[in-house]
């Protein structure tokens, strides 16, 4: 099976430090990924380098089997990224608006959208659950409505990738186990590969398929079971002082 | 007014020019307003001031370019201030908005300079700072339709790319909109637009007329369209009359649509003020 992301050696510095080292990672299709790792350890990095935002400086990385320097499939990838420091909420668009938005690259430089296109963005708001938001402007929604929102944003060029970072920053805790529902039904109906960062590792832990647990080096990559069995000690080692972070969830 | 349209070519040419600017500076200062480039407006309205007086030094003390329009010069000031601009955003990327007083003092101190050299103008340096219904000829009309033209093309052929490009620049990038090539075109454009304006309402006035009514607009609208829609109607009220009021009071056009402007900011506040408190 061809993998959906396959990172070989992956090395980058910000100047002269270095933030990831040597990572070495392969996402199957049909993958549920969750990345954890404290604070400033390359996660953001690593997925900026994903999205094309930063240039590969060491070693390779292949999207869909194709190097991701002759990648030009961006339509293939969702993303939804932290809320809350995103966008101005402010901004005078509505749900529609900002969903539509999502058709850009699949529509084409110089066009506008056609009526297609625009019955699509109906259908996915309607698959979130959001179609009655969609003459609001995004601003007025709650965390979990604009998150959905983006969801639909993502989904709307009919992605097989969707890559989310900390997606539930700003999203209060009784909306957040209804927005990881949603995510595994993507996931498991429609087959979409999912690359989370993320906190909440205790939340998600029964939905995900594999683990990634960084801190500048790749410390482990295996399905969840194995992360599940994984000690103390080892957890200890990878988050250092952030440790019961994570346990609390457990 | 109504029989001056008719007889006067000055007051044609004004009132044409101002129904084309009431349009077209709302329309891309929607843009500049949400992404937090309203001061921009200011910074190039001075730096286009400079290119004018330059111009109208080298008329008065070299005789060359005599007959050429200072809007000329005025516009390669203002789209090299503009590109000055971006250059400087990049080099304080932490300090962004240090471009703008930097490109804004240099503008004036430029203009101070050139101004004391010629030792003043015989032309009325006081119609391009505070706007002019009567300095506005057929050749500033011919170029302000022309600036018109080119951006609402710009602004329908990139409209999806602009929109997404300030909502939300990383993912703009990340789905490959062509981020600094778009920005290119964008700057430009507000380059191109304040000289545009300049004859109208004046230097120190620009700006407001790119930003006013979108506040205005902001406020009520549903959605980017309408917001759109909603500034471009705000402008044109203004600009008319605005127009129509100086015309009959003798008032500086500037000024008189810059206020109007700002009466229709203060209603379209109240009227939503009004509006939560009855829902």
Known sequence: MVNVIKMNHVSYKYEKQNVLEDITLEVPKGAFLAIVGPNGSGKSTMLKLLLGLLRVQQGSIELFGQDIRSFKHSEKIGFVSQKANSFNTGFPATVFEVVLSGLSRKIGLFRLASKEERQKVLNVLDSVGMLEFRNKNIGELSGGQQQRVFIARALVSEPELIILDEPTVGVDAKNVQQFYDMLEELNKELHITLVLVTHDIGVISDKITHVACLNKHLHFHGDSRAFNALNENELSSIYGHEVQILHHHH | ?279
């Open chain 2, 1 to 279: 007014m109504i029989s001056g349209l008719f007889q006067y070519e000055f007051l044609q040419n004004a009132f044409l020019t101002g129904i084309i600017i009431g349009a077209i500076a709302p329309l891309l200062g929607v843009f500049v307003v949400v992404r937090r480039l309203s001061l921009i407006a200011d910074a190039l309205s001075h730096v286009t001031l400079a290119g004018i007086a330059f111009s109208l030094l080298l008329e008065k003390k070299l005789g060359v370019l005599s007959g050429l329009n200072p809007l000329y010069m005025g516009m390669g000031f203002s789209v090299a201030g503009a590109l000055f601009i971006e250059r400087l955003r990049s080099v304080y990327k932490h300090y962004q908005e240090l471009a703008i007083p930097i490109i804004l003092s240099g503008g004036i101190g430029l203009s101070a300079i050139f101004i004391s050299i010629a030792h003043g103008f015989n032309t009325d340096l006081f119609s391009y700072l505070f706007g002019s219904v009567s300095a506005v000829t057929r050749t500033d009309l011919w170029i302000i339709l022309g600036i018109s033209l080119f951006v609402i093309v710009a602004i329908r052929l990139l409209f999806k790319e602009l929109f997404l490009l300030s909502f939300d620049e990383e993912h703009a990038k990340a789905s490959g909109v062509p981020a600094k090539f778009v920005h290119f075109i964008f700057i430009i454009m507000v380059a191109l637009v304040i000289a545009a304006s300049m004859r109208i309402v004046g230097i120190l006035l620009v700006s407001s007329l790119m930003t006013l009514p979108v506040a205005a607009s902001i406020r009520i609208a549903k959605g980017f369209k309408q917001t759109m829609i909603y500034s471009v109607i705000f402008g044109e009220a203004a600009v008319v009359g605005g127009l129509f009021l100086s015309y009959y009071l003798d008032w500086a056009p500037g000024g008189t649509i810059v206020l109007l402007s700002i009466l229709i900011l203060l209603l379209s506040i109240l009227y939503k003020n009004i509006r939560l408190r009855i829902l």
